[in-house]
């Protein structure tokens, strides 16, 4: 042994590390995102004599046509002007803008208190603190398929088990509840429900949030509720947070600026904390803090600007960004619902459209994969394959594209489908008699 300083060192076993030997660690391998695993090994060469229209981007921003409102400007110039935040915040946030966020949510039916809100770097930042809260290695969380592949990117990552419950096309994408509940066993530590949907574009009715609510409460089992899309729905259907809902059932709802303030690259999400009856209790929030304080989360300079942003942006904008979207998704739909082979839903919010491919019409392809592979080498179009949501024989499309060019990529999948589809033949027609 090796005394120094009165302390007693034991000495040292020859190492023998005499060479170099890195890995990445066993988190970064288990780390996959499903689209770009797909789209990366897609043979992606559009067509050189038509531009290409991507209609599978999830951000607002892309084309230019949809811009934030200039008093979210005004608020981020003048919170720069300010100096006030350059600094650091404190990891859950300024205590004004938790503030603030809490009264812009607050309800009657599930109050908000600062104590009850997080700000983090994005809505993503806010999923992954939820997820990590509230599962260890070896449990599960039940998804919805399909659902956007975050959660499963994320739950994977750390050891967490993924089931997937199935939605339903014909009921415009509502969860089957008997599937989910069978699902359920005693490793299972949440259930993730994401309203308005991304990828699908639906939006719960109160009664079907509900008889959610009630499965979650037998099975004592806490929401995640993945809510980037509340407020973004069509006229004539009414968003409600499903904490409004719940009596007893507690929810973290995972939100952001990103998609209604159409300024997804400024980073700001939050985590609200529906605990009425204290089934959380201390713990769980101070596992968020302490969660929280692995990163300084949300920009400080966009904390600042938060007040001005939720109180003096014009409904006005809102209701221009749904009109838009609501006109887009109409078109789309008007126009795909003619092709012979597709099936388009029709949403009732987000940005987001999903198509069912009849494979079985188009013998030339094997799966969505492929379809949408040759959609962007003839036709110089892309949508997503929903493969990447765990869903086959379907694309999702995104409505946020300039009406013009939504109408030539219509026009687009129309040629395609028509030179590729083709009719069922005589006998597999009698053997469906």
Not at 92 to 104: C, D, M, P
Not at 114 to 123: F, I, K
Not at 136 to 155: E, H, M, Q, V
């Amino acid at each position: 042994d090796v005394i120094c300083c009165n302390i007693v060192y034991p000495t040292k076993q020859k190492s023998r590390r005499q060479r170099w030997n890195i890995r990445a660690s066993k988190m970064s391998i288990n780390t996959l995102n499903p689209i770009r695993s797909i789209v990366d090994g897609m043979k992606l060469t559009p067509n050189p004599e038509k531009p290409m229209i991507a209609l599978s981007i999830g951000d607002p921003t892309v084309f230019g046509n949809l811009p934030t409102d200039d008093k979210v400007l005004q608020a981020m110039k003048d919170a720069i002007d300010s100096h006030k935040y350059n600094g650091y915040a404190p990891s859950v946030g300024y205590q004004k803008s938790r503030e603030v966020l809490a009264n812009f949510y607050s309800c009657p039916e599930a109050p908000l208190e600062a104590e009850d809100v997080l700000l983090t770097s994005g809505c993503s930042q806010a999923i992954d603190l939820a997820i990590t809260v509230l599962c260890n290695p070896g449990d599960n969380i039940l998804i919805p398929c399909p659902g956007f592949s975050l959660y499963k990117t994320l739950a994977v990552s750390l050891g967490i088990q993924v089931k997937l419950y199935n939605l339903l096309p014909e009921k415009s994408w509502e969860i089957d509840l008997q599937h989910l509940e069978s699902l359920i066993d005693d490793r299972t530590a949440c259930l993730i429900v994401n309203n308005p949907s991304n990828p699908c574009g639906s939006v719960y009715s109160k009664e079907h949030l509900q008889d959610i609510l009630s499965v979650a409460s037998k099975r004592c089992l806490p929401i995640l509720a993945d809510e980037i899309y509340g407020d973004m729905v069509f006229p004539g259907c009414k968003y409600q947070s499903i904490a409004s809902l719940s009596s007893d059932v507690p929810v973290l709802a995972c939100g952001g600026l990103a998609k209604r303030w159409l300024v997804p690259g400024w980073r700001l999400g939050w985590i609200l904390i529906h605990d009425r009856n204290q089934i959380f209790g201390k713990e769980i929030r101070q596992g968020l803090v302490k969660l929280s304080q692995r990163i300084l989360g949300a920009c400080t300079i966009v904390q600042g600007a938060l007040e001005s942003i939720l109180n003096d942006t014009p409904q006005d904008f809102y209701q221009r960004t749904i009109r838009f979207l609501k006109s887009n998704s109409e078109i789309c739909f008007s126009e795909l619902s003619t092709i012979p082979g597709l099936t388009p839903v029709m949403p009732s919010g987000a940005m987001y459209l999903m198509v069912g491919i009849e494979m079985e019409h188009f013998p030339e392809f094997l799966d969505d994969v492929q379809f949408t592979e040759h959609l962007v080498t003839e036709q110089s179009v892309f949508c997503l394959p929903a493969t990447a949501f765990e869903y086959p024989n379907y694309f999702r499309i995104v409505v946020t594209v300039p009406e013009e060019m939504m109408v030539v990529a219509c026009g687009r999948i129309r040629e395609f489908c028509q030179r590729h589809y083709r009719p069922r033949s005589q006998d597999s027609a009698e053997l469906d008699q």
